[in-house]
């Protein structure tokens, strides 16, 4: 006897290609993935100021941290971007503000304050952070006031919006606040600056008398002194004796020990004589004061040949 087997229906092929598929699908999740690498930075201190108080030059950090989620060490450029400056300042031209009058300023990536910190010359440094690990670091950067501003005393403030912790990808000079995996932030600093009645000594040029010729008893010179003082200031410079006086006399020496008697002046008609700690005065008007200080020596008879000096100490009153 031939008996027929039972055929086995051909429905159930979709549930078990679903089965299948849905199984290859668990073991693509439980198979090892490779690892994303993720590195944050962020700021250690905040707020970020640049404080002059009452100098012309300061010098501000931002210190930063840095922490990576890479099972591998890794090595990238950290950079800060300076941001907008606040009103009324420009890229080319900062300023600080107090109430409507303004304070020029700038920042700048050296110590010496000779190259301007810019959107195309970020201040960058080069960095490698181990596996799994945290650095920490600080980027300082610099800010001049030039002097001499008819800016009136007070408290001035001004911010950079935008400045940006981030990172420069290799030959870019732009600093981005993110790369890749690589993430930063966007921040602020705060600039401050106290002007004060405060005065400065510029430029002191010599009173030189050359080397008079021939017979002579008479011969003049005229030096100056510069002074800077705010506007409305009253200010005096007072002149010592030098360093070989006789009584009431200022002299110069050779260097056999021989001497040759000056005078100086406030004016070019020699009338207005600056005795030993005399002094001339004047008012600041926020900008470099030149004052003319006229010499004189007058002799019987011209002294030994050789070459005289004398040093004088200027003081700056106000």
Request: charged share 10%; with cysteine.
């Amino acid at each position: 006897m031939i008996r027929s087997l039972p055929r086995r229906s051909g429905r159930h092929a979709p549930a078990i290609l679903m089965l299948l598929a849905a199984l290859v699908a668990l073991l693509a999740m439980l198979a090892p993935q490779p690892a994303k690498a993720n590195t944050v930075c962020s700021l250690t201190t905040q707020p970020v100021t640049l404080d002059f108080g009452s100098s012309l030059t300061a010098s501000g950090d931002v210190r930063y941290t840095c922490r990576s989620f890479d099972p591998t060490p890794r090595t990238f450029t950290i950079c800060i971007g300076i941001g907008h400056p606040s009103y009324p300042g420009t890229a080319d031209q900062p300023k600080l503000l107090n109430g409507a009058n303004t304070l020029d300023f700038n920042v700048y990536v050296d110590p010496a304050a000779t190259i301007v910190w810019s959107k195309t010359l970020p201040i960058a440094q080069s960095v490698t952070i181990a596996a799994g690990g945290t650095i920490s670091g600080v980027l300082t950067f610099y800010g001049r006031i030039p002097a001499g501003q008819p800016s009136p005393v007070g408290t001035y403030q001004g911010f950079f919006f935008n400045t940006v912790l981030g990172f420069l990808a290799a030959g870019s000079q732009t600093c981005v606040s993110q790369l890749n995996d690589l993430n930063g932030l966007d921040f602020s600093i705060n600039i401050t600056a106290n002007l004060i009645e405060a005065c400065n000594l510029g430029i002191i040029e010599a009173v030189d008398f050359g080397a008079p010729a021939g017979f002579w008893t008479e011969v003049d010179a005229v030096g100056s002194v510069q002074v800077t003082c705010p506007a409305g200031t009253s200010w005096a410079l007072s002149f010592d004796g030098g360093q070989f006086p006789d009584g009431s006399e200022r002299r110069m020496r050779s260097a056999g020990g021989d001497h040759v008697p000056y005078r100086l002046y406030r004016d070019s008609a020699r009338s207005q004589l600056i005795p030993i700690d005399g002094t001339i005065a004047g008012t600041g008007i926020g900008a470099v004061q030149s004052n003319p200080v006229y010499g004189r020596v007058t002799m019987p008879m011209p002294p030994p040949v050789g070459s005289y000096a004398d040093a004088v100490t200027v003081v700056l009153h106000f």
